[in-house]
């Protein structure tokens, strides 16, 4: 067990709906990062958060949005989905001062019909 | 932009022998360089990692070996064991970045 919790496991929805994902990072970890794995592609990195702020973007669709909360918990979310947007999601936190090692939550499978 | 590239989607090794992954990168500033293992319904957990200005880092079972005029990596385990069936995630990190690139994995089967 990470530490880093992911809710909901499995999540289908229809074309052109909105979802939230959430993510609870590990007790003392300010950082969380939304990764997203696709069918034979490796884990893209989408967007990373230190102690509520934006910190990173990656190639994070306009459909997409994050944030993270004052308790630092985060969620994404993901509108007018496209049947492409079905993947695996993960979210990782890190360390303070230790960003290289992240922990990773056991992902959120979206499957879009 | 595949900065970093796992070039074989599988591997196939007899248990006690030594399975090697490989891993290539292209971003020159990455300055720092990880191994993440993940079983089937779980997230990546963090295996071995390397900094730029070493060629070689060992824990237990598992090397890693870095190449920098080459851009690559490599993993090795010796000896294999079952339990190390499972796919392996080559990750690099950038100084001052926020963000591990990583490639797009080898599933290993270590075979009894």
């Known amino acids: 067990d990470s530490g880093v919790t992911q809710t909901p496991k499995h999540l289908i929805t229809a074309t052109g709906q909105r979802v939230t994902l959430r993510c609870s990072p590990r007790s003392g970890d300010l950082s969380v990062y939304w990764y997203q794995q696709s069918l034979d592609q490796g884990l893209q990195f989408l967007i990373q958060?230190?102690?509520?702020?934006?910190?990173a973007k990656g190639n994070i669709l306009e459909r997409f949005s994050a944030q993270q909360f004052p308790d630092l918990h985060s969620e994404l979310n993901l509108s007018s989905l496209e049947l492409g947007d079905s993947a695996l999601y993960f979210c990782?936190?890190?360390?303070?001062?230790?960003?290289?090692?992240?922990?990773f939550g056991s992902g959120t499978q979206l499957s879009v019909l | 932009d595949q900065q970093v590239k796992q070039n074989s989607p599988s591997l196939s090794v007899q248990e006690g022998r030594i399975s090697i992954l490989n891993c290539d990168y292209t971003n020159s500033m990455f300055d720092y360089f990880l191994w993440y293992k993940k079983y089937p319904a779980e997230g990546p957990t963090f295996l071995i990692s390397?900094?730029?200005?070493?060629d070689k880092n060992e824990d237990g079972r598992f090397t890693v070996f870095l190449n920098k005029s080459a851009k690559h990596l490599s993993l090795h385990i010796v000896p294999s064991q079952p339990g190390d069936s499972a796919v392996y995630f080559c990750?690099?990190?950038?100084?001052?970045?926020?963000?591990?690139?990583f490639g797009q994995g080898t599933r290993l089967t270590i075979n009894p």
């Open positions: 990750a690099g990190v950038a100084q001052g970045a926020q963000k591990l690139v």
């Open positions: 958060y230190y102690n509520g702020e934006e910190r």
């Open positions: 990782a936190s890190s360390p303070p001062g230790l960003n290289e090692k992240l922990f």
């Open positions: 390397i900094s730029s200005i070493k």
